[in-house]
C-alpha cells in the first residue's frame, strides 16, 4: 500500500514476513496452520465506545493471492482499486456501515495484509495516485482527514493463520482492542486500556516536559483527536530534533570503551554480534572478530522510525541488529544492558530521556503490550494476536475514558 505505509512498511511490515516465516525472534508463530483457512473469516465489530456517532468501517489491503491493491466488502469480496491519477483521484467509496454504540456487527475479511480502519461520524478521504492508495497523513495539516477521529488496526490472513493487531506507531488515537477465536473455542485479545487509560495516557504526555505534549492533535473546538508518535513530532517540529541526542551520546561514549552484544534471535542463542564504537561509528563483528555491519549515530528520526541510520533491512544480519538498537534505544536500555535485547519490561522507559510517548501508552495497557514503535516486537511486547485455525476475529471500540 502506498504512503503507503511509509515507515511502518519499512519496519513492521518485515517483521509481519519475518512473523509469517515462522521466524519472529524464534517464537515459532508461524507454525502451519492446523486447519484449512477459509477464503473468509468473520470479524465482528462491538462498538463499546458510547459515542453517537455514525461509524464507518473500511477494509483495505493486498491480495496475497495476486498482489492487487483494493479493498473488500462487507462480505469479504475483493475490488480491486482503479487506475489512479496525478494529482490523486477520488477512490471508490469502500465504507461500510459500522455498529451503532452498544451493537455489533459482522463482516468477513479476506486473504488480505492490509488494515481496517474505523472513523467516527465521517467518511475518510481516500484518493489513489498512479502509484497505489494514499493512506491518511494527519500529521501534515493540509490533510483532508486531519480533523476526522479515526483510528485503525492491521492484519494478515493467509494459509498459516491470522495475524491481527493494535497498532499506535502512526498514532494514538479511538482506542480499541482486537482478538481471535481459536479453533478449540477459547479465544485471545490484547491492545485494550486500563479503565482511565485513554485519558491517562494523553494526561502523562501534557505533563512531560520538553514539548511531549505538543504531540497531541485537536479540532479547532478543542476535542481531542489524537496524539501523533514522535517521529511525526520531529518532523512537524512538535519535538525538538535534539530530544535524543542525549541518550545516544551517552550510548556512544559508553560503547566507546565497552562491548554491546547483540543476540537478535532467541532460538540461536550461538549468533552473537560484538558493537563497539570507533571513530564515531559503531561497528558490529561476528564471532570470527569480522565487521558485519556499521551504524552511525542516530538521530531522534532514525530511533523513533527504526529507519535511516538505523535501516534494518529484510536480511539476517544488519537488520535484526538494526530492530534490537532501535528497541534499545526508544526503551532506553542500552546502558544498563549491554547483553541485548532486553527482555524485561521492568527495565524499560526509565532513563529521563526516553520515547516517552511509548512509555505512557505501555503504562495504560491492561495487559501492558502495545505497538507503541515500529519494532515494538522485539522481546515480545506488541500487541498481536495469532492463531493458525481462526474461526473468528475480534474487533472493539473502545470508550475514551
Known amino acids: 500500500m502506498l504512503r503507503t505505509l511509509r515507515h511502518r512498511a519499512a519496519a513492521v511490515r518485515w517483521s509481519l514476513i519475518t512473523v509469517l516465516a515462522g521466524a519472529l525472534l524464534g517464537t515459532g508463530v508461524g507454525a502451519p496452520a492446523h486447519a484449512a483457512v477459509p477464503a473468509t473469516i468473520p470479524l465482528k465489530i462491538t462498538n463499546n465506545s458510547a459515542r453517537g456517532e455514525q461509524v464507518f468501517i473500511y477494509n483495505l489491503g493486498t491480495e496475497l493471492s495476486t498482489g492487487r491493491q483494493g479493498w473488500a466488502d462487507a462480505g469479504g469480496t475483493f475490488h480491486p482499486w482503479p487506475a489512479g491519477g496525478n494529482p490523486p483521484t477520488p477512490a471508490p467509496d469502500a465504507s461500510i456501515p459500522g455498529p451503532a454504540a452498544g451493537q455489533s456487527a459482522t463482516i468477513r475479511i479476506p486473504k488480505f495484509s492490509g488494515r481496517v480502519y474505523f472513523s467516527y461520524g465521517q467518511k475518510l478521504v481516500f484518493k489513489l495516485t498512479t502509484g497505489g492508495l494514499v493512506q491518511p497523513a494527519v500529521q501534515n495539516p493540509t490533510d483532508p482527514n486531519r480533523n476526522i477521529l479515526f483510528n485503525w488496526s492491521e492484519y494478515t490472513l493467509n494459509d498459516s493463520g491470522l495475524w491481527l493487531n493494535s497498532t499506535q506507531v502512526d498514532m494514538f488515537s479511538a482506542p480499541y482492542a482486537v482478538g481471535v477465536q481459536r479453533a478449540d473455542g477459547s479465544t485471545a485479545s490484547t491492545g485494550r486500556l486500563k479503565p482511565g487509560g485513554y485519558n491517562g495516557a494523553l494526561n502523562a504526555l501534557r505533563a512531560q516536559p520538553g514539548g511531549w505534549a505538543n504531540l497531541i492533535q485537536t479540532r479547532p473546538d478543542g476535542s481531542v483527536l489524537r496524539a501523533l508518535s514522535p517521529l511525526y513530532g520531529v518532523e512537524t517540529g512538535a519535538l525538538p530534533a535534539s530530544v535524543m541526542d542525549d541518550y545516544v551520546n551517552r550510548v556512544w ?84 544492558n549491554p547483553d541485548q535485547p532486553d527482555s524485561g519490561a521492568d527495565a524499560f522507559y526509565k532513563d529521563g530521556v526516553t520515547n516517552h510517548y511509548a512509555r505512557a501508552i505501555h503504562a495504560q495497557m491492561a495487559d501492558g503490550k502495545a505497538y507503541a514503535f515500529a519494532f515494538d516486537d522485539v522481546g515480545h511486547h506488541e500487541s498481536l494476536v495469532h492463531d493458525g485455525s481462526p474461526r473468528q476475529a475480534y474487533l472493539t471500540l473502545e470508550p475514551f475514558n
Open 253 to 336: 561514549q559508553k560503547y566507546a570503551t565497552s562491548t554491546l552484544t547483540v543476540t537478535p534471535f532467541a532460538d540461536q542463542p550461538a549468533t552473537k554480534y560484538h558493537g563497539r564504537v570507533s571513530g564515531g561509528v559503531m561497528n558490529f563483528t561476528n564471532s570470527a572478530g569480522t565487521v558485519v555491519t556499521s551504524f552511525e549515530k542516530p538521530d531522534a528520526s532514525s530511533v523513533f522510525g527504526c529507519h535511516r541510520k538505523l535501516d534494518a533491512p529484510n536480511d539476517l544480519v544488519r537488520g535484526p541488529i538494526s530492530r534490537t538498537l532501535c528497541a534499545g534505544f526508544n526503551r532506553s536500555t542500552l546502558l544498563v
